[in-house]
């Protein structure tokens, strides 16, 4: 498949579809193009491209990093929403360490346990995809 025809977003998935349509959107309000968003995130151009491509998604930091540039409120919730969703999901994983790993894996990333809990409770896991090691989801 052509460089040209992933970036159709008739071809995507729904899902990749809206991600492509947010991050178009929220590149132009900003005034930059994927190399500008990508140093914007801290991420790479690669990587920003692989999300426009529907190839990926953001992780919960990506995700969240997303949400703190986004000028639109609905794209800003959007956002937001699906960083929850990855922390949900790290929650649960957590949940599943003993006391001490908890422990240590929580000052170790600087993250509140209780805090993780209340958003477990709201939120789902991913729906597919698999970790990358940029910390983003993959297909299949």
Do not use: H, I
Not at 44 to 57: H, I
Not at 80 to 107: H, I, N, P, S
């Amino acid at each position: 498949m052509s460089r040209g025809k992933l970036r159709n977003p008739e071809n995507f998935s729904p899902e990749g579809q809206q991600l492509f349509e947010r991050l178009v959107r929220l590149r132009k309000s900003r005034g930059v193009d994927q190399a500008g968003l990508a140093r914007a995130l801290g991420f790479s151009q690669a990587l920003v491209w692989k999300w426009e491509a529907d190839r990926g998604f953001p992780s919960g930091e990506g995700y969240a990093k997303l949400a703190q540039l986004a000028e639109d409120p609905d794209d800003r919730t959007y956002f937001m929403e699906r960083a929850l969703q990855e922390g949900a999901y790290l929650a649960r994983v957590v949940k599943m360490m003993d006391t001490e790993e908890q422990r240590q894996f929580c000052t170790l990333m600087g993250v509140n346990l209780a805090a993780m809990d209340e958003r477990s409770g709201r939120s789902q896991p991913p729906k597919s995809g698999k970790q990358t090691q940029s910390g983003g989801r993959r297909r299949g």
